[in-house]
């Protein structure tokens, strides 16, 4: 039996942008996205600390060092620059496997640096 379970978390990353403008998804800080084992084009949820708002997308890769955490498209209609999110992203594994399991979970400060 396989279950879904937290694979990555970046926890309580400020939005930088909100650009309605765009095709889609969220652009994140590669090196965010890098210690939190995420990847280009990987489904994640985000989780918005301020309004409640809860969305899923898939993530664009941002800038090496920039900071940047920007939601795009629709999603951009979900946070305003400023608030608080938390982004997560889940695997798919074998029951017994996932009960050791340890995910990446990342904690930037409020310029979205490690």
Known sequence: ??????KSKIH???VTEANLNYVGSI????????????IENE???VLNVN???RLETYVIKGEKGSGVVCLNGAAARKAAVGDTVIILSYASMDFEEA???QPSIVF???DNKL
């Open 99 to 101: 009960k050791t399991f």
């Open 51 to 53: 309004n409640g708002e």
């Open 12 to 14: 309580r990353a400020t």
């Open 27 to 38: 652009t994140i800080d590669e090196t965010l996205m890098e210690a939190a084992n995420m």
């Open 108 to 110: 930037p400060d409020a």
């Open 1 to 6: 039996m396989n279950i879904e379970i937290l």
């Open 43 to 45: 489904k994640v949820q």
